[in-house]
């Protein structure tokens, strides 16, 4: 999806056999950092459809542990690119 150093902004995976429907993954989006070990959730953006905004939860302490400079003002610019293109239709 879209990656910023290690990071980037993609659809959340699921292990167990049960999917959501094609709807949750519209407005869910796992923020993963990537590593030689592989990658790892570090926070899950959730779209609030009637407030219009992003809503950030991190997993545990990880999103501070592991952020780096200029993290949260791409995160800000992504966040506001993925309400446009929510609000008003597929952009890209």
Do not use: Q
């Not at 150093?5 to 519209?26: A, G, H, L």
């Amino acid at each position: 999806m879209s990656k910023f150093k290690s990071f980037e902004i993609r659809r959340p995976v699921f292990i167990e056999s049960k999917m959501p429907d094609e709807e949750y993954f519209k407005y869910n989006f796992d923020l993963v950092k990537n590593s030689e070990n592989g990658s790892f959730s570090i926070g899950h953006f959730t779209y609030n459809v009637k407030e219009g905004e992003f809503d950030f939860r991190s997993i545990g302490t990880r999103y501070l542990k592991y952020r780096e400079d200029g993290l949260e003002e791409w995160l800000l610019l992504w966040c506001e690119l993925k309400k446009i293109e929510i609000e008003y239709g597929d952009i890209a």
